[in-house]
């Protein structure tokens, strides 16, 4: 019974050191990419071509999902506000859904499994087959050769991306309301154009999706960098990625919202 | 101050090396002379690709001093290790090829990313390097197109693309038929004497080995059980050297790996003794 109590107490002292250890493992892993970043940018082509990788093939799904929650959002949306009248309002609820939280939020839960799995598969088997090693003995420091410009990538794609999302939303939307329910198409677009604000909705979900890419983009790359270099070390990993960074973005959310909220 | 050359260009002096609290290498002491091609042979687990990662500067010794070219690889600030590593080449055990570029833009890789040559330049350089390893017509295609002897050629090209003084390698035998067997062993030899560099073979493949080096070092538990030229080497009475060289089955490095006694695993005499009683 003792040497139970003993076990589970190790046990548990064990789980916690090494979670805080990951973590200041992660946060100096971080910091290194952010001060090797001048490297990275020099040469900068091979951050476009990260950027191809992560942004531009993600691009289907990303526009694809937006149609369709657009027009979710479209239907949703008609079908409850008619009820009091104001179907015209439509054109808001679903702009201000999808610039403010859908779009940031979604397109970075889509990011990471579509683009962030891929660089921590990637990175990862790179390490399995001792190609960053190789380039450590080659003196070109992987960190800014392999790891800086996929983060950038990641940083830049995320709120075009995002951006992408919504504007293919409304359009979903648009579909919906105007085309399919008749909704008034100027009452649409003038009640959407009236009540989203550039500054309070559209920088706050830029700023938003900005911070999902670096974190979406830090949680990838490092869990490829730290993958142990076996088959089940990388698939691990690229699991981690999609659950950790999923979970981070939603709590992230929820952090800046509350950050971002005017109150009535 | 003057920095004296000695003619070794490698040297480890009582070097120690623990992971954690398991000791890998147990107080070795190694050379390795300019322009020479030297073994270090033993079992998976010797310590040897530990030795190899010393040298290189991947590891840091726990105490003991490793110089290369008269500078104490451990010792150094990142930039420095770079500036030196700029001058070393290293072929990994399956090549380490980078999958995502072709044959010539492996090879190419180190060029462009430390020099300012021209485009055409480098295309020259690439080509003669390849042709070294009998490759340049292949310099189109991808490592994943190239066989297991064709990819550590490649590999090979890549380590020596900015003529390196120092080229180690690590199990480039392993897993390669006969003639890719030959061919590397050649190599190796070859571009050596060519490059006027110093090798490191960090190898097991005993016979293969032997017919290009020039020193061996044998290494068992993390300690230099002997040393000594090839010819030396072939003749020793020592029981490990003999096991290794003449791959015998059983000797100083035993055949069954240590464990319970064979009949109790077998529980024979768990099964004699209930009988015995059963009759009593």
Same mark, same amino acid.
């Given at each position: 019974m003792d040497n139970f109590i003993v076990r589970a107490l190790r046990h548990i002292g064990h789980t916690v050191i090494d979670g805080i250890w990951r973590l200041g493992y992660a946060s100096r892993f971080f910091l290194l990419v952010l001060l090797r970043s001048g490297p990275s940018f020099r040469r900068f082509p091979l951050t476009v071509r990260e950027i191809y990788f992560a942004g531009v093939l993600s691009l289907i799904i990303i526009l694809v999902s937006g149609l369709f929650v657009g027009m979710v959002l479209g239907l949703q949306g008609y079908?409850?506000?008619?009820?009091?009248?104001?179907?015209?309002?439509v054109g808001t609820l679903v702009a201000l859904s999808l610039v403010r939280e859908l779009g940031p939020v979604v397109a970075a839960l889509l990011f990471a499994s579509r683009a962030g799995s891929a660089m921590t598969a990637e990175i990862g088997l790179m390490k399995a087959t001792e190609q960053i090693t190789a380039l450590d003995m080659m003196a070109v420091d992987p960190i800014a050769r392999i790891v800086g410009p996929r983060f950038w990538a990641g940083v830049i794609s995320m709120p075009l991306l995002a951006a992408l999302f919504s504007a293919m939303g409304i359009f979903g939307g648009y579909l919906i309301a105007v085309v399919l329910l008749g909704v008034d198409a100027g009452a649409f677009w003038s009640q959407m154009q009236a009540s989203v604000d550039l500054r309070n909705d559209v920088m706050n979900g830029v700023i938003k999706s900005i911070v999902f890419g670096i974190a979406v983009?830090?949680?990838a790359l490092f869990e490829g960098y730290d993958a142990p270099? /076996?088959?089940?070390?990388?698939?691990? #990993?690229?699991?981690?990625?999609?659950? /950790?960074?999923?979970?981070?973005?939603? #709590?992230?959310d929820f952090v800046l919202t509350a950050f971002m909220f005017r109150g009535i | 101050m003057e920095t004296v050359l000695s003619d070794n260009l490698v040297e480890i002096d009582n070097v120690e090396f623990r992971y954690d609290v398991r000791a890998v290498l147990k107080g070795i002491d190694m050379q390795f002379p300019r322009g020479r091609v030297v073994s270090i042979m033993g079992l998976s687990g010797c310590g040897k690709t530990t030795t190899l990662k010393l040298i290189g500067g991947q590891l840091k010794?726990?105490?003991?001093?490793?110089?290369?070219?008269?500078?104490?690889?451990?010792?150094?600030?990142?930039?420095?290790l770079y500036d030196l590593r700029r001058r070393m080449g290293m072929l990994f055990q399956f090549?380490?090829?980078?999958?995502?570029?072709?044959?010539?833009?492996?090879?190419?890789?180190?060029?462009r990313e430390h020099s300012e040559l021209s485009e055409r330049t480098i295309r020259d350089l690439v080509l003669m390097k390849l042709n070294a390893v009998g490759l340049r017509g292949a310099q189109d295609l991808m490592p994943?197109?190239?066989?297991?002897?064709?990819?550590?050629?490649?590999?090979?090209?890549?380590?020596?693309?900015?003529?390196?003084?120092?080229?180690?390698?690590?199990?480039?035998?392993?897993?390669?038929?006969?003639?890719?067997?030959?061919?590397?062993?050649?190599?190796?030899?070859?571009?050596?004497?060519?490059?006027?560099?110093?090798?490191?073979?960090?190898?097991?493949?005993?016979?293969?080995?032997?017919?290009?080096?020039?020193?061996?070092?044998?290494?068992?538990?993390?300690?230099?059980?002997?040393q000594g030229t090839p010819a030396q080497i072939m003749?020793?009475?020592?029981?490990?050297?003999?096991?290794?060289?003449?791959?015998?089955?059983?000797?100083?490095?035993p055949f069954q790996y240590p464990g319970a006694p064979y009949a109790q695993d077998l529980r024979l005499e768990a099964?004699?003794?209930?009988?015995?009683?059963?009759?009593?």
């Open positions: 079908d409850t506000l008619q009820r009091y009248g104001s179907a015209e309002a983009t830090a949680i270099p /076996t088959a089940e070390g990388v698939s691990g #990993a690229t699991t981690r990625t999609v659950v /950790t960074s999923s979970l981070a973005v939603l #709590a992230l | 010794p726990s105490s003991g001093q490793v110089r290369v070219a008269g500078r104490p690889v451990h010792q150094l600030a990142m930039q420095e090549g380490a090829l980078f999958t995502d570029m072709s044959v010539f833009d492996n090879v190419a890789f180190q060029l994943s197109e190239l066989s297991g002897g064709m990819a550590r050629r490649v590999a090979l090209a890549r380590a020596i693309a900015l003529d390196p003084m120092l080229i180690l390698y690590d199990e480039p035998f392993a897993g390669l038929d006969p003639i890719s067997l030959g061919v590397i062993g050649n190599l190796i030899r070859r571009l050596n004497d060519a490059l006027g560099a110093t090798s490191i073979v960090v190898t097991h493949d005993v016979q293969e080995s032997l017919k290009i080096v020039d020193y061996v070092y044998f290494m068992s538990e993390g300690v230099v059980v002997a003749e020793s009475k020592e029981d490990y050297v003999r096991q290794f060289v003449y791959g015998q089955m059983d000797g100083p490095v099964r004699v003794a209930p009988t015995g009683t059963a009759h009593g």
